[in-house]
């Protein structure tokens, strides 16, 4: 388990990490997602996928594939850890430290494998000793609900004073991104709530400049 150095390098700036809304027709989302890697500095993108057969789910992610890597983006898929190659991603994210365990042996060390569902500390742990290339925070359960706003907060300033893997910190809206990159977030997660209104997209992006700031304190 890596641990963080006891003179680290000076911080670097924090970036947003993209979930798209459950896609079925994603050739449609292509356009709206090279917009938004347009507007903000996005350093991935998770593909999240309305259920079908193999085939359909590797169309869906190459037709994606093209707007990320022009933009230099990573392009996760969210789960199908077996669609990773063929597909052409980047890597896989996996909800919850038995996929992610299942998962991490067929990927590692060619792709990116990423963990979220990570309820407890334990959990969490487990996930760094594997080899997690980043752990997520604070997102939804499938239900909605999420931790409370303080939980995840607590949650990201520990991860980020005793390891050294990147925590990718949930923000539910433009407010919490400034204190979860305080807290020490390394990317900060926005969700449903950014596409809801496709009008405003590249301007919520825009917005989150000053939000991603480090405190002058990390810089």
């Known amino acids: 388990m890596a641990s963080r150095p006891k003179n680290p390098e000076p911080r670097p700036q924090p970036r947003l990490y993209l979930l798209t809304p459950l896609l079925g027709d994603a050739a449609a989302f292509a356009a709206p997602l090279d917009e938004a890697l347009t507007a903000g500095d996005v350093a991935a993108v998770l ?68 963990a979220g569902g990570l309820f407890t500390r334990h959990d969490g742990m487990e996930a760094a000793e594997r080899g997690a290339d980043y752990v997520m925070f604070g997102e939804p359960r499938e239900n909605g609900e999420r931790p409370s706003f303080e939980a995840i907060e607590e949650r990201v300033t520990w991860w980020a004073e005793v390891f050294e893997a990147p925590c990718v910190a949930y923000a539910a809206s433009l ?25 405003a997209v590249a301007a919520t992006l825009a917005a989150t400049v000053p939000h991603l700031r480090l405190p002058e304190e990390a810089v």
Do not use: C, M, Y
Request: aromatic share 6%; no cysteine.
């Open 47 to 114: 593909v999240r996928l309305i259920p079908a057969d193999e085939r359909t789910q590797i169309n869906r992610v190459k037709a994606l594939s093209p707007v990320a890597q022009k933009h230099s983006a990573a392009l996760i898929i969210d789960g199908h850890a077996g669609l990773v190659a063929r597909a052409g991603a980047d890597g896989a994210h996996l909800t919850g430290i038995d996929d992610f365990n299942e998962a991490i042996s067929h990927l590692k060390p060619d792709w990116i494998v990423g």
């Open 175 to 199: 407010d919490e991104i400034a204190p979860l990159v305080t807290a020490g977030a390394d990317f900060v997660a926005l969700g449903d709530w950014l596409w809801h209104d496709p009008a």
